[in-house]
């Protein structure tokens, strides 16, 4: 303003005017001119003024959204920084977990191939056994057809033995049961004949009566060609010493090998069937304290056997 005013007055005095030579139209000429100037200036001024404070406008604008950016930024990396952090502990939980899962997978693998060789161990032990059981099935159905074959042998022998035990009752029926006496015991025939029937007191010599019941008995066992036949003597507990016998060992055994030469020489008996022994008197049947008792003791026994060989041969076998 001042150098505005300071070119009014320099310009419009009248004085200056005329020393300087200047005319009234120039002066307003330069007055239009010097104004037009001032107002584009004036207009610059304003527009430069307008620009700016426009621009000021947009920057605080522009900042206010970089400063919301800024923060959102921030607010969005605090975010994720904290997303990561549990990102980061969830991931190492789940290694925790695979890391248990591996190992629970190697043990279970383990189980697995354990259970799997238990299993093919199994399955051979399984076909162990199936190959054992069916032969134990076999072994015991051959048993059992032995058994059966063995069952079957006894039977028979039972027969066999009963059917002797009648035959020897039929042969001897016509003696008394203080002459003789006929029993079945133990699967054999027993016949026990009174030293009455067969000897005088004393004696090794088979008397007539005697004979003849040797005699009977010899037609039942002349038939029966696989028993075996043991003649056996006894005695009652009376010492006896004479030229003949020692003992009663003596008497009892010269008595049964008399009976053995009547079967064997008089009747035929097959002399490989028959086996003569003494008992003396270490075999009573009764108390050597009474008569009676002693003549009961005083005897000749004849024992029948049934001859086993084929069933003793069978027991080996399935006992092999």
């Given amino acids: 303003m001042d150098e505005k005013k300071r070119f009014s007055e320099a310009h419009f005095e009248p004085n200056l005017l005329k020393q300087r030579g200047l005319s009234h139209k120039m002066l307003n000429k330069k007055k239009l001119n010097f104004e037009r100037n001032m107002n584009k200036k004036s207009l610059l001024v304003l527009g430069v003024a307008c ?14 959204i970089a400063e919301a950016g800024r923060l959102a930024a921030l607010y969005s990396r605090d975010s994720l920084a904290d997303l990561l952090g549990i990102s ?79 035959s020897v009752k039929d042969a001897l029926l016509g003696f008394s049961s203080d002459e003789l006496t006929v029993r079945e015991e133990d699967g054999k025939v027993y016949v026990a004949m009174s030293d009455k029937l067969l000897f005088e007191s004393g004696k090794a010599v088979v008397n007539q009566q005697g004979r003849e019941a040797l005699g009977k ?27 003949v016998f ?15 030469r009547i079967l064997t020489e008089t009747y035929g008996v097959n002399p490989l069937q028959i086996l003569p022994c003494g008992r003396g008197e270490f075999k009573p049947v009764d108390v050597n304290t009474t ?26 076998e399935s006992g092999q």
Wanted: positive net charge.
């Fill in 51 to 64: 620009m700016l404070l426009s621009s000021c406008v947009v920057s605080k604008k522009k900042f206010e």
């Fill in 291 to 316: 008569v009676e008792g002693k003549a009961r003791n005083r005897r000749t026994e004849i024992i029948m056997a049934p001859r086993l060989d084929k069933l003793f041969k069978m027991l080996e």
């Fill in 246 to 260: 020692q003992d009663n060992w003596d008497l009892s055994v010269i008595r049964a090998t008399s009976v053995v």
């Fill in 217 to 243: 008995l010899a037609q039942v066992l002349n038939k029966q060609t696989d028993i075996d036949v043991y003649i056996e003597g006894h005695t009652d507990n009376v010492p006896i010493k004479t030229a």
């Fill in 88 to 166: 980061r502990n969830d991931c190492a939980l789940f290694s925790e977990r695979l890391n248990a899962l591996e190992a629970d997978t190697t043990l279970l693998k383990n189980s697995i191939r354990n259970y799997q060789q238990l299993l093919a161990s199994g399955q051979n032990e399984n076909q162990k056994l199936n190959a054992n059981l069916a032969q134990k099935i076999s072994e015991l159905q051959d048993r059992e057809k032995t058994i059966a074959e063995l069952q079957k042998m006894i039977d028979q022998q039972k027969k066999k033995v009963k059917d002797l035990l009648n």
